[in-house]
C-alpha cells in the first residue's frame, strides 16, 4: 500500500466570497441558472500578487471549500431530480471533501477584489485557489450526460433547498 493514498493534504484558504447568500436554501445551484447574480472575491493581500493578468479573462473556474456542508453522503438525491444517484455523478455539495466548482464572469478587478456574476455561493466561503477559464482547454463538446439530459434545462428554476442539511431525513440520511 502506497502510504501517500491517505496522507492529510491540507488547503490553506486564498480568498473569500462575499454573498448576499446567509443560507444554501433558496441559493441558485448552479451559476448558470442566476447568471446575473453579483458576488465578490476577497483575495487575502499575501496572495494578491497572484492576480496579476487577470483581468485579461472573461471567466473564471472558482474553487472552494463548501463550509457550511455538515454531511458527506455517497448517495444524495440532487436538486434536479427526485432519484437517488452516485454523490460523484451529481453537483450536489454533501460529498467527500466538500469541495465546489464555479465558473464566474469576471466583471472588474479593485485590487484584491474581484467583482463577477454567476453567483451561486454562500457568503463566507473560503476559496481553494481560482484558475482562468479557457474555452479550448475547458469546453468538451458531448452528447452524454448521464441523468441530467432531462433535467438540465431546469437549472434557472430550480432553487437549493434543505435536502443536504442535517436536520434532513429520508432519501439523503446518510447510511453507516
Not at 491517505?6 to 433558496?26: D, K, M, Q, Y
Not at 492576480?51 to 473564471?60: A, K, S
Not at 479550448?136 to 432553487?159: H, N
Request: hydrophobic share 35%; net charge negative; charged share 25%.
Amino acid at each position: 500500500m502506497n502510504t501517500t493514498e491517505h496522507s492529510p493534504i491540507v488547503c490553506r484558504p486564498i480568498g473569500r466570497i462575499h454573498s448576499r447568500f446567509t443560507a444554501a436554501e433558496g441559493m441558485p445551484i448552479q451559476t448558470t441558472g442566476a447568471p446575473a447574480e453579483p458576488g465578490s472575491i476577497e483575495v487575502y493581500p499575501e496572495f494578491e500578487p497572484g492576480l496579476r493578468d487577470i483581468e485579461g479573462f472573461d471567466y473564471l473556474i472558482v474553487l472552494t471549500h463548501l463550509h457550511a456542508v455538515q454531511r458527506e453522503m455517497l448517495e444524495v438525491v440532487p436538486f434536479l431530480d427526485n432519484q437517488p444517484h452516485g454523490v460523484f455523478a451529481t453537483r450536489a455539495p454533501a460529498r467527500p471533501n466538500r469541495i465546489g466548482l464555479s465558473i464566474v464572469r469576471l466583471v472588474r478587478r479593485e485590487g484584491g477584489v474581484l467583482h463577477f456574476e454567476g453567483n451561486d455561493m454562500l457568503d463566507g466561503t473560503p476559496i481553494i485557489d481560482i484558475k482562468p477559464y479557457v474555452p479550448r482547454f475547458d469546453v468538451r463538446e458531448t452528447t452524454r450526460i448521464g441523468w441530467f439530459e432531462a433535467k438540465v434545462d431546469r437549472v434557472g428554476q430550480v432553487l437549493s433547498d434543505a435536502r443536504m442539511s442535517p436536520a434532513a431525513d429520508g432519501p439523503n440520511t446518510p447510511r453507516g
